[in-house]
C-alpha cells in the first residue's frame, strides 16, 4: 500500500535517535569571531522537516526531475535543523518516490547515505512494529548570552587538539611528522602550481533555476566496464562528465589545457569507525577532456590525466589549508577562505563517485530499487555530476544551472555508456 505522510513522520520520528544532529540548530554568536555551535532544537517539530507533494501530471521521469531541481534550489532554514525529506505521489507507474535533503554542514555524501539508511530504510521487507518515536529535544537550549562563550570553548579546544595531535606525532614519531610534513607541503605546492582552472563555459554567474537529470545503469554493466578497460570507479565517473561537458560546454580555447575542463573530484577523508556528522572530504583537480572523442578514446584520455595523479598530494594539502583556517582563524576570515577556495575558478565542475549500500534495503516494506545522488553546484560553477552504487544499479545525477547551459539531449549518457560495454562474446 502507499505511504502516507503520517506514516513517514512516524516512521523518521522513532530512528532520529541514531543521527542526533537532525535534531540540532546551528545557533550563532554575537561576536563575529567564534563559530556557530551546534544545539539542540527546543522547538523541533517533525511536520516542518517531512511534507507531502504530488508531481505535475503525467507524473513521468522529466516531472520527477523538475520537482528535485526545485526543491533542492531553495535554501534551508538555519533557525532550525538543516534538512528535509519529501513524500512525493502522482508517479505515472504508481510508485512514491522520497527526497533526502541535507545540507553539507550536517553529513557529507557519505554521511548523508548512512543518515538515509539510519532514518529511512529497512533491512528486511518487514514493516517494524509500531515504535514510539524518540521524544523532542527538551524545551530549552543554550541562552543567547552563553552561545559566544560556548563558540570559543569549542573553537580552543578544537585548536588546542589539533596542537597536541601535531605534538604528540612530532615527538613520539619525529620520522613519520616529517614524512606528513613533506607530503601536505607537496599537497599545498601541487594545489598551488595547479593555478586557475581553464576558459570554459562552465565557469560563469550562476542563475536562480537549476535542471537535473536521472539516469540508471546496470551494475554488473559497469563492473563489466571497469573490467574490460582495466578502469577504477572514478575514472569511469570522470569519462561520464566529461562525455557531459562536450556536449554542453566543448571547449575551443587555443593553449596547453584549451581543450580540457577541470573537475574537481572530491575524496573522503573519513577514518574508520563509526560515521560521524558534518563534511569530511578534500578534493583532487583532474583535467578532464571537454571536446568531442569517442567513448574510448575518451576514457583512455581520462585515464591518462589520472596515472600522474594516483600518489597525489592534493586532498592532504587541501585538507590541511581548510583545517588550519577552520581551527585558528575567526569565523568571518575562515568563510572568506573557504569560499574563494570552493569556487569555479578553481575547477570547472564537480564529478563524484559514491559507493551506496550493496544490498536490498526497504521503506514500509516496499523495496527501494534506486537511490539517486544529487550534487550541488559551487559558486560561479554549472555543472555537477554524481554516480552512485544502490543494490543492483549505478544511479547518475547530472545537475546544471538552467540559465547558463543548454538542455542534455536525451541518451546521451547511455549512448556514451553502450558504447564502453563490451559485447557478451568479448566478455
Do not use: C
Request: hydrophobic share 45%; net charge positive.
Amino acid at each position: 500500500e502507499p505511504a502516507s505522510l503520517a506514516q513517514l513522520r512516524d516512521h523518521i520520528a522513532a530512528k532520529l535517535g541514531q543521527w542526533p544532529r537532525l535534531t540540532q540548530r546551528l545557533a550563532f554568536p554575537r561576536l563575529p569571531v567564534a563559530r556557530p555551535v551546534w544545539v539542540d532544537d527546543p522547538g523541533f517539530a517533525i511536520e516542518r522537516h517531512v511534507f507531502a507533494a504530488r508531481l505535475d501530471p503525467p507524473g513521468d521521469r522529466a516531472a520527477l526531475q523538475a520537482y528535485v531541481a526545485e526543491a533542492m534550489n531553495v535554501a534551508l532554514d538555519r533557525a532550525h535543523p538543516l534538512w528535509q525529506a519529501h513524500l512525493l505521489d502522482g508517479l505515472d507507474d504508481g510508485s512514491q518516490a522520497v527526497l533526502l535533503k541535507v545540507h553539507h554542514a550536517v553529513a557529507d555524501g557519505l554521511g548523508a547515505i548512512h543518515a538515509g539508511a539510519s532514518i529511512l530504510f529497512d533491512e528486511t521487507p518487514e514493516v517494524p512494529p509500531g515504535r514510539t518515536p524518540d521524544p523532542a529535544p527538551p524545551g530549552r537550549g543554550t541562552p543567547d548570552a552563553g552561545i559566544t562563550g560556548q563558540a570559543l570553548r569549542q573553537q580552543l579546544a578544537l585548536a588546542g587538539r589539533t596542537a597536541a595531535a601535531g605534538w604528540h606525532t612530532a615527538t613520539r614519531s619525529p620520522g613519520v611528522a616529517w614524512q606528513q610534513s613533506a607530503r601536505t607541503a607537496r599537497g599545498v605546492w601541487e594545489l598551488a602550481r595547479a593555478g586557475p582552472a581553464p576558459p570554459s563555459a562552465l565557469s560563469r554567474p550562476l542563475g536562480t533555476r537549476r535542471r537535473l537529470v536521472l539516469v540508471d545503469l546496470p551494475l554488473h554493466e559497469f563492473r563489466a566496464v571497469r573490467r574490460a578497460h582495466h578502469a577504477t570507479a572514478n575514472e569511469l565517473t570522470l569519462a561520464l562528465a566529461s562525455a557531459v561537458v562536450a556536449e554542453l560546454a566543448p571547449a575551443s580555447a587555443a593553449g596547453p589545457n584549451g581543450t580540457t575542463a577541470r573537475a574537481s573530484l572530491p575524496v573522503s577523508t573519513r577514518r574508520h569507525g563509526p560515521v560521524e556528522p558534518g563534511s569530511h572530504t578534500s578534493a583532487l583537480l583532474v583535467d578532464i577532456p571537454a571536446t568531442r572523442l569517442s567513448p574510448a578514446e575518451r576514457l583512455a584520455a581520462v585515464q591518462a590525466a589520472m596515472k600522474p595523479l594516483r600518489f597525489s598530494q592534493q586532498p592532504r594539502g587541501s585538507q590541511f589549508v581548510m583545517a588550519a583556517a577552520g581551527s585558528l582563524t575567526p569565523a568571518r576570515l575562515h568563510a572568506a577562505v573557504s569560499r574563494w577556495m570552493y569556487r569555479g575558478k578553481w575547477f570547472n565542475l564537480i564529478a563524484t563517485n559514491m559507493p551506496g549500500p550493496a544490498h536490498q534495503l526497504y521503506l514500509g516494506g516496499a523495496p527501494v530499487p534506486v537511490a539517486y545522488p544529487i550534487v550541488p553546484l559551487a559558486e560561479d560553477m554549472a555543472l555537477s555530476v554524481g554516480a552512485m552504487s544502490w543494490a543492483e544499479t549505478v544511479a547518475i545525477g547530472v545537475t546544471t544551472d538552467a540559465e547558463a547551459l543548454p538542455t542534455l539531449p536525451p541518451g546521451i549518457i547511455q549512448e556514451f555508456w553502450r558504447s564502453l560495454v563490451p559485447s557478451p562474446e568479448s566478455a
